[in-house]
Protein backbone atom coordinates (compact mmCIF):
# COMPACT_ATOMS: atom_id res chain seq x y z
CA UNK A 1 0.00 0.00 0.00
CA UNK A 2 2.91 2.42 1.00
CA UNK A 3 4.35 1.67 -2.30
CA UNK A 4 1.14 2.39 -4.31
CA UNK A 5 0.83 5.42 -2.60
CA UNK A 6 4.01 6.67 -3.32
CA UNK A 7 3.98 6.07 -6.40
CA UNK A 8 0.89 7.98 -7.11
CA UNK A 9 2.19 11.08 -5.12
CA UNK A 10 4.95 11.09 -7.53
CA UNK A 11 2.61 10.64 -10.34
CA UNK A 12 0.31 13.65 -9.39
CA UNK A 13 3.13 16.08 -8.56
CA UNK A 14 5.38 15.96 -11.19
CA UNK A 15 2.02 16.30 -13.61
CA UNK A 16 1.45 19.27 -11.49
CA UNK A 17 4.67 20.45 -12.73
CA UNK A 18 4.43 20.10 -16.18
CA UNK A 19 6.39 17.18 -16.37
CA UNK A 20 6.44 14.77 -19.40
CA UNK A 21 4.09 11.21 -18.72
CA UNK A 22 7.36 9.31 -19.53
CA UNK A 23 9.61 11.04 -16.76
CA UNK A 24 6.61 10.89 -14.23
CA UNK A 25 6.49 7.32 -14.68
CA UNK A 26 10.69 6.80 -14.59
CA UNK A 27 9.99 9.03 -11.53
CA UNK A 28 7.26 7.03 -10.04
CA UNK A 29 9.15 3.75 -10.55
CA UNK A 30 12.31 5.61 -8.77
CA UNK A 31 10.19 6.51 -5.53
CA UNK A 32 8.51 3.09 -5.70
CA UNK A 33 11.95 1.41 -5.59
CA UNK A 34 12.79 3.61 -2.33
CA UNK A 35 9.77 2.52 -0.39
CA UNK A 36 10.72 -1.00 -1.17
CA UNK A 37 13.94 -0.45 0.01
CA UNK A 38 12.39 1.13 3.85
CA UNK A 39 13.94 -1.27 6.24
CA UNK A 40 10.52 -0.63 8.23
CA UNK A 41 9.17 -2.88 6.06
CA UNK A 42 11.28 -6.01 5.67
CA UNK A 43 10.30 -8.98 7.43
CA UNK A 44 11.15 -9.20 11.22
CA UNK A 45 13.02 -12.57 12.23
CA UNK A 46 11.05 -15.65 12.96
CA UNK A 47 9.47 -16.06 16.70
CA UNK A 48 10.25 -18.72 18.68
CA UNK A 49 6.97 -20.10 17.86
CA UNK A 50 7.66 -19.48 13.84
CA UNK A 51 10.90 -21.65 14.32
CA UNK A 52 9.21 -24.49 15.69
CA UNK A 53 6.77 -24.37 12.78
CA UNK A 54 9.45 -24.20 10.28
CA UNK A 55 11.13 -27.13 12.22
CA UNK A 56 8.11 -29.37 12.27
CA UNK A 57 7.52 -29.00 8.37
CA UNK A 58 10.82 -29.76 7.53
CA UNK A 59 10.35 -33.13 9.29
CA UNK A 60 7.00 -33.86 7.92
CA UNK A 61 8.59 -33.37 3.79
CA UNK A 62 11.40 -35.47 5.45
CA UNK A 63 9.38 -38.23 6.85
CA UNK A 64 7.26 -37.75 3.12
CA UNK A 65 10.55 -38.53 1.34
CA UNK A 66 11.82 -41.30 3.88
CA UNK A 67 8.74 -42.98 2.16
CA UNK A 68 9.38 -42.63 -1.29
CA UNK A 69 8.03 -39.46 -2.33
CA UNK A 70 9.86 -37.30 -4.33
CA UNK A 71 12.30 -34.34 -3.34
CA UNK A 72 10.06 -31.27 -4.50
CA UNK A 73 11.19 -28.68 -7.05
CA UNK A 74 10.01 -25.45 -6.04
CA UNK A 75 7.75 -24.22 -3.29
CA UNK A 76 4.72 -22.26 -3.76
CA UNK A 77 3.50 -20.08 -0.98
CA UNK A 78 1.33 -17.05 0.25
CA UNK A 79 2.63 -13.65 0.48
CA UNK A 80 0.86 -13.17 2.93
CA UNK A 81 2.69 -16.26 5.36
CA UNK A 82 6.06 -16.99 5.89
CA UNK A 83 8.79 -19.17 4.18
Same mark, same amino acid.
Given at each position: ?? %???????? #???? =???? &???????????????????? %???????? #???? =???? &?????????????????????????????
Amino acid at each position: IL %EREAKKRA #SVAA =KQQG &LSPAFCEELAERVRKQVLQD %EALHDAAL #SLDG =KVMA &LNAQAQINQLLSKGFAKPTCILVSPLERT
